[in-house]
Structures are given as C-alpha cells and as structure tokens.
Antibody
C-alpha cells in the first residue's frame, strides 16, 4: 500500500519560495500510471487543487497558481516536490500530497502546515 | 475552470437520520466525480468515486448518485463517526484542472 509523507519548512518569509517534498513508500514513483499531486487547505477553509505531475513527467497546474508553481519528480529518491514562488500570507495553509491513477485521490499524506510570515 | 458548488453549507442531522448532500458542476463532468470525508486534523478520506462507486472499506450507508452536472451523496442512517465535512471533487479530463467544492459540514442536531 502506498504511503505518502510531506516534509519541508514550516515557516516561509513573504516573497520567498515555498518548497515541499513528498516521499513515497510502498511503491515506485516511476512505475504504473499515477498522478502525483499537491492540494492545500487554509485553516478553516476548503481544499484547493494545486497541480499534478504524471508518471511520464507531464504537468498540469491550477490556472490561478500556474505562474508561481512547479511540480517535479526525483525518481532516484522516490519523491516529488512542490515549489511555490513569491508567497504571501494567502499561501498559508496545510499542504497535502496525494496520488491517484485516474482522478479520485485514494492516498494522501498527513499534511504539513506552512505559515508565511516575516 | 469548472466550479463545483455544494449545498447546503451546513446540515444539522440527528443520529440515525438520513443526510442528503448536493454538488453541482458549472459544466458537465460526466461521472468523473468523487466524494471525500474530512475530520478535524485529518487528511480527506475517499468515500465515492465515479459518482457512485464506494471506495474500499466504505460502509454501505454511503451512496452516491448523479452524472453530468448534478450529484448527490446520501448517508442513509447517520452514525456518530459520520459527523464531519464532506467535499466533492471533479476530475474531468478536460480542462486538466481538477477542482473541489467548498464543502458541507454535517453536524449533530
């Protein structure tokens, strides 16, 4: 069974780049046909889909974040990553990594809180 | 972008009663619709995919229906562990930007 674990700084300064990593265990990130995704949730609010990277390496992003987001894969470490540039307080949220073969997310990480503050 | 609208925002239900949650898409998503349950401090849990198929281990009291733009999640007899927030999510392949509804909180009446 696939397990996901987010890691990265819990505090990022405004205007800087938020960087998170999701480590995959219980399976190879480069095998099968999976979408590896990032989803976030501000405190007390709903879920926002950030983007996805397919096993082939192709990416798709939320149009509202597209200019600031990069999702990449490191197959040697069985990890995928999120970079979000020029952050503001509005980017403060719990960030989840998740995976799916079609679109419904059956595996999620536990989430990691990232606060944007000086 | 496809906008998902859930109603009501909050649903007050007594244990043992039926709960009916709605989700509407701004354009057709066919049956590419999932429902999730989220409890405080936890990641969402997949309940329903393909609009009507229960995920592994999900009790039969949860059922989904609908296609196109109108979807429903029904909990036939609410148990104490079912009080939570429920989200719908579309994963239609085009445009390739998946979106969630804003959630429905099911609370104890």
């Amino acid at each position: 069974q696939v397990q996901l674990q987010e890691s990265g700084p819990g505090l990022v300064k405004p205007s800087q780049t938020l960087s998170l990593t999701c480590t995959v265990s219980g399976g190879s990130i480069s095998s099968g046909s999976y979408y590896w995704s990032w989803i976030r949730q501000p405190a007390g609010k709903g879920l926002e889909w950030i983007g996805r990277i397919y096993t082939s390496g192709s990416t798709n992003y939320n149009p509202s974040l597209k200019s600031r987001v990069t999702i990449s894969v490191d197959t040697s470490k069985n990890q995928f990553s999120l970079k979000l540039s020029s952050v503001t307080a509005a980017d403060t949220a719990v960030y989840y990594c998740a995976t799916t073969t079609y679109g419904d997310y059956d595996y999620w990480g536990q989430g990691t809180l990232v606060t944007v503050s000086s | 972008e496809i906008v998902m609208t859930q109603s009501p925002a909050t649903l007050s239900v007594s244990p043992g009663e039926r709960a009916t949650l709605s989700c509407r898409a701004s354009q057709s998503v066919s049956s590419n619709l999932a429902w999730y349950q989220q409890k405080p401090g936890q990641a969402p849990r997949l309940l329903i995919y393909g609009a009507s198929t229960r995920a592994t281990g999900i009790p039969a009291r949860f059922s989904g229906s609908g296609s196109g733009t109108e979807f429903t999640l029904t909990i036939s007899s609410l148990q104490s562990e079912d009080f939570a927030v429920y989200y719908c999510q579309q994963y239609n392949n085009w445009p390739p930007s998946w979106t969630f509804g804003q959630g429905t909180k099911v609370e104890i009446k």
